[in-house]
């Protein structure tokens, strides 16, 4: 209790509203645990795809939960039933909620209908993480691969989204060909 004005200041995190926009987590903060988590990983893993696929598989999880809270904080929430939008929503409203700004670019690859590339020039995810030179090929942005292809899956857009080194870090969407099927329903 704070003796001046009589009230508690302990408020629960359970008590805040979910509709907050404002992120609680710091950047060090956040760049040390998931250095921590990285580190961790890499000890109990043999190669580089392992360790890949284990941020990949966390950031799974986080798009699971991603996609209830975003739902929840929509004022009119409708589900989306256009790829090229639900791909802007990703890249805008998804990302700036969790790095703070939009990603760099949205581009669809012009050999294939139905991939498509989000671009991060220089993702958070990187930039504090020191990778000894035995493990250079190491792109933690897998972890965002993993957030991605979750949200995508769950939103009724199946696909696959693997992180590769490409101007930055490119997440590489490959939809499936029952996706492209439902699009062309939709024109």
Known sequence: MDSRS?????????????????SDVSLSCFAFLFSEYVQYCTNRVMTIPDLQNKL?????DVGFHLVEILNY?????????????TLLFVKGTVWK?????????????????????????????????????DKSSLNCAA???????????????PCKVTAHWHKGSTLLIKFEDSVMQQEKKNM
């Open 56 to 60: 990949a598989k966390i950031g799974n």
């Open 73 to 85: 904080r929509e004022k009119n929430p409708k589900r989306e039933n256009k790829l090229i939008n």
């Open 97 to 133: 909620s969790l790095f703070g700004k939009e990603a760099d670019k949205l581009e669809r690859a012009d050999d294939d209908e139905k991939t498509y590339l989000i671009i991060e020039n220089e993702p958070l995810v990187n930039r504090f993480i020191s990778v000894p030179k």
């Open 6 to 22: 009589g009230k508690n200041k302990n408020i629960q995190i359970l008590d805040r509203p979910l509709s907050r926009g404002k």
């Open 143 to 157: 972890f965002m691969g993993g957030i991605v292809e979750s949200l995508l899956n769950h939103t009724g857009f």
